[in-house]
C-alpha cells in the first residue's frame, strides 16, 4: 500500500503550489487544491466576477463555498509519513539556488522557468512538466537571478524594454512612467541586441587577427631597426676610429721628424766631439814631449829632437767653434703644435657642429611607420553599431586641419617686449621698455602668454630669430612674481618649454632638461592634444615636417601658448 502511494504521490500535489496539499479542498469540476492557493488565486479574480479551476478552466459565476476534503487531507498526511528522506547531496547549501516550491527543508533547485519565474528541484520540476505539459515555457538552468525579472514597483515581470531609458520595464510602467515612450518586447530586443553583439564579435575578432598581423610585422620591424641601428652605430664607431687613427697617424709624422731632427744633430755633435777629444789627446802628448825636452841638460840631445817636435805636424780645427743656444731647443715646435691643435679644434667643433645638424637630420627621418592610425571600437548602450576614435594627424595638411588662431595678451607682456603686427609679433628690447599700465597678470620675467586658450585640438606655427627663443605652453595660474622655480616657463610642473637657439635645442620640463636635435628652420610647429594629453614640437621646412620632441601626460588645466625671449630675438604667430 506504501510503495503504491509512493509512486502515486503526484496525485496529491496541488498544482498552484506544486508542492503537497494543504488543508486539501475539492472543487465541483473534482480537482483538488490547497485551500490557501486557491482562495489566493481567487482573491485576485474578484475584481472580474467570474472564478475558474487553474487546471479545467471550468468557471464559475459565483465563488464556491470551499469545505475541507477530509479523506484527501488523511491520505496526504499518509503521503508525508512514507514520503522518501531526502538526499543529502539535493538539499541546498549555502551558494546554492533553492527550490521556490519546497516547504521546510529547501532543496537545491536545478531548473528555472522563465514563464512561472520560479526555481524548481527534480521533484517539482516533473511535477511542472506535468501540469503544464501543452504550454511551451522557457527553462533555463537553476539560477538565483529571477527577481531581476519581475518589476520592485509593480512586481509585474519585466518583459518590455524601453528604447528610450535602455531599461527593461513591466507592461505597467509602460503605461505610466514611460507612456509615448519607443517600446519593443524584450524578446525581440534581446534578439536584435544578440545579432548586434554578434557582429560586434566578428569585428573584434577580425580586428584581433589584425592586430596579431600588426604585431608580427611590427616585431619583424622593431628586429629590422634594431639590427640597421647596430650596423649604424658599428660603422660610426669605425668612422671615428679612422679619423682617430689620421690623427694619431700625423702625430707620430710630428714625432718622428722631431726624434730625426734631434737625432742628425746630435750624431753631427757626436762626430765633431770625437775630432776635438783626438785634438786635445794629440796636443797633450806633444805637450808632454816638450815638457820632457825642455828639462833635460844634454844640449846635443836637444838639438836632434827639438826640430822633430817643432815640425811634427797634427790636425786642428781651422776655426773655432761657436755654439748657437738659442737653436737647441724645440719651444717653436711646441708653439706650432699648440697652434695646430687649436685650430684642428675650432675646426673640428665648426665641422662636428654642422655635420651633426645633418646627422640629426639624417635620423630624424628614421621612422618605423608612415603613419599611425587607430580605429577602436567600442560598444554602444544599444548595441546598434560601432564607434571610431579619432586618430592623431600625421601630414602638414592633418595638422593644419586643427590651426588655431592665438593672439598675444599684452596685460602679461614683460615690459621689455614689444607687441606689433596686431599681438602676433613680440620682439626683446632691454633697452627700450614700454610703458605698460600696472596689471597682475604681466610676467616680471620677460615672457608672455596668448588670450585663446586651448582646451580640445589645436595646432599653430611661429617664426622665430635670435639667439634664443622659449616657446611654451602653460597654464594660466602659473606665477607672474620673479622667482625662477614658479614663473619661468620649464622650470616647474605648469610649463612645457622649447628652447631653440643657433647653436643647440633642449626641451625642459619641471626642470629636468632633454638635449635634442638642431632646429634647422626658422619655423617650429606646435600641436596639442588637451584630452590626449599629448604635446608635439615639430621644425618645418619646405619639404618636411620633422619631430623634435613629443610629450605624453595629463593635463588638469587649459593650455596657454607663451613666449620667453632672449635680447634682440623675436617670434612671429604664423
Known sequence: MADAMSTKQDLFMCSICLDLLKDPVTLHCGHNYCSGCINSCWDQEDQKGVYSCPQCRHTFTTRPVL???????????????????????????????????????????????????????????????????????TVIGATGQLQERICSLHKKALDIFCRCDQTCVCYLCMMEQHKGHDTIGATTEWSNKKKSLGQLQTKCQGTIQ???????????????????????????????????????????????????????????????????????????????????????????????????????????????????????????????????????????????KQESAKISLAVAPVQMFKSIKYTDYVRREDMSGVTAVNTEPVTREDFLQYYCHSTLDPNTANGYLHLSDGNRRVMMKCKEPQSYPGHPERFEWWQVLCREGMSGRCYWEVEWSGSRVNIA????????????????????TQSWRLTVKPQETYFLH?????????????????????????????????????????VQTTFSHTLYPGFALANGSSVKLL
Open 67 to 137: 469545505k475541507k476534503n477530509n479523506v484527501i487531507a488523511e491520505l496526504v498526511e499518509e503521503m508525508r509519513k512514507i514520503r522518501p528522506t531526502i538526499r543529502p547531496d539535493a538539499s541546498a547549501d549555502h551558494g546554492d539556488v533553492e527550490c521556490d516550491i519546497c516547504s521546510g527543508r529547501k532543496l537545491k533547485a536545478v531548473k528555472s522557468c522563465l514563464d512561472c519565474l520560479l526555481s524548481y528541484c527534480e521533484t517539482h520540476f516533473k511535477a511542472h512538466n506535468d501540469l503544464n505539459p501543452g504550454r511551451n515555457h
Open 473 to 492: 605652453v602653460s597654464y594660466k595660474t602659473i606665477s607672474r612674481k620673479r622667482k625662477l622655480g614658479d614663473s619661468w616657463f620649464g622650470h616647474n
Open 510 to 550: 619641471n626642470n629636468e632638461t632633454i638635449t635634442l636635435p638642431l632646429v634647422a628652420s626658422s619655423r617650429v610647429g606646435v600641436y596639442v592634444d588637451h584630452r590626449a594629453g599629448t604635446l608635439a614640437f615639430y621644425s618645418i621646412s619646405d619639404t618636411m615636417m620633422t619631430l623634435l620632441h613629443k
Open 210 to 352: 589584425k592586430r596579431e598581423k600588426e604585431v608580427q610585422e611590427l616585431r619583424r620591424a622593431v628586429d629590422t631597426l634594431k639590427s640597421s641601428a647596430q650596423s649604424a652605430v658599428e660603422h660610426s664607431d669605425q668612422m671615428f676610429d679612422d679619423i682617430i687613427r689620421s690623427v694619431k697617424r700625423r702625430r707620430s709624422e710630428v714625432t718622428e721628424l722631431i726624434r730625426a731632427q734631434e737625432k742628425a744633430e746630435v750624431s753631427r755633435a757626436e762626430q765633431l766631439l770625437k775630432r776635438l777629444e783626438q785634438e786635445i789627446f794629440e796636443l797633450k802628448k806633444t805637450v808632454a814631449e816638450m815638457e820632457q825636452l825642455s828639462h833635460t841638460q844634454d844640449h846635443i840631445h836637444f838639438l836632434k829632437h827639438v826640430g822633430s817636435i817643432s815640425n811634427r805636424p797634427y790636425k786642428t780645427m781651422s776655426t773655432s767653434l761657436t755654439l748657437s743656444h738659442s737653436n737647441l731647443l724645440f719651444e717653436p715646435v711646441k708653439r706650432s703644435v699648440c697652434a695646430l691643435k687649436m685650430h684642428l679644434t675650432e675646426k673640428l667643433d665648426s665641422t662636428f
